[in-house]
């Protein structure tokens, strides 16, 4: 097993004794997150959505005003549960907690104003993944012009505003833009994408989605005008695909 595996069944074998020791649920939720979260990293790497440090995977932990999300600046290689930052829905390091002697990623405040607005929401990703940070930095929607779209995000991908990092103004973007909205990801102005999902690992499903349609439809476009998709065939395919297809945890979270 490699360090980050070890660490995780490390982490779950903590939340079983936790569990099995009768100390807490919330001390066993707040161990499968911290495994959840620092192991979905990975996926941004395998998927090529992140360059060095940049990107984030949050995710918040269920029956507890509280989430989970990477620290700031440490490598993906040496990111493990132990180290992943526990958050109030503040975005206040939960002091004591494993790993608050780092600091959180600067995306915190960002993800904790989703959780605070957005109580359906479990899982917040940070990207700046090229294609799509392409359509952001053009201020311009990516249009639902293939069917596997039309099944992941229901029409378009938005554009939020264009927002400083550091104060809550990312977070209002994001909450102002996907609320309502059938997307799970937003392209924030000449900045990168945010996703949400039900829980961390579908909110990463969501990013990663978001890089494949901005790329292809990139591509479509260098050849000639995408054609539309008629917008009842759009409801019909979200329709079936939130509903039918898949897992039940898979899909919008609206
Ligand atoms: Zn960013």
């Known amino acids: 097993m490699s360090e980050i595996e070890t ?8 939340a079983t004794m936790a569990g099995r020791a009768g100390v807490t649920g919330e001390a066993a939720a707040v161990s499968r997150v911290r495994a959840d979260v620092a192991g979905l990293h990975a996926e941004l ?12 995977v949050s995710g918040r932990v269920p ?16 990111l493990t549960p132990m180290n992943m930052i526990l958050c109030d829905l503040d975005g206040n390091v939960v002091e004591g907690s494993a790993g608050s002697e780092l600091k959180p990623s600067s995306d915190t405040a960002a993800h904790a104003f989703v959780y605070r607005n957005m109580p359906e929401v479990g899982g917040v990703v940070h990207t700046h993944s090229t294609y799509a940070t392409a359509w952001a930095a ?33 977070g209002r973007g994001i909450v102002a833009t996907l609320s309502g909205h059938r997307s799970r990801a937003v392209l924030m102005r000449s900045h990168g994408v945010f996703t949400i999902g039900r829980n961390a690992r579908d ?3 969501a990013a990663v989605m978001t890089e494949d349609v901005a790329r292809t439809i990139h ?8 054609v539309p998709i008629a917008p009842e065939a759009i409801d019909a395919l979200f329709a079936r695909y939130q509903n039918i297809y898949g897992q039940p945890s ?3 979270v609206h």
């Open 138 to 170: 053009r201020g311009e929607p990516i249009p639902c012009v293939i069917t596997g779209m039309a099944d992941e995000f229901g029409g378009e991908i938005p554009v939020g505003p264009f927002a400083i990092i550091g104060d809550d103004s990312i």
């Open 7 to 14: 660490e995780a069944a490390a982490g779950i074998a903590e």
């Open 203 to 205: 909110a990463v499903k």
């Open 63 to 78: 029956g507890a005003e509280l989430f989970v999300i990477k620290p700031s600046g440490v490598d993906y290689d040496e």
């Open 250 to 252: 898979e899909g919008a």
């Open 219 to 226: 591509i479509a476009r260098q050849g000639g005008e995408p």
């Open 45 to 56: 790497v395998r998927y090529g959505l992140i360059v060095w440090t940049a990107g984030n």
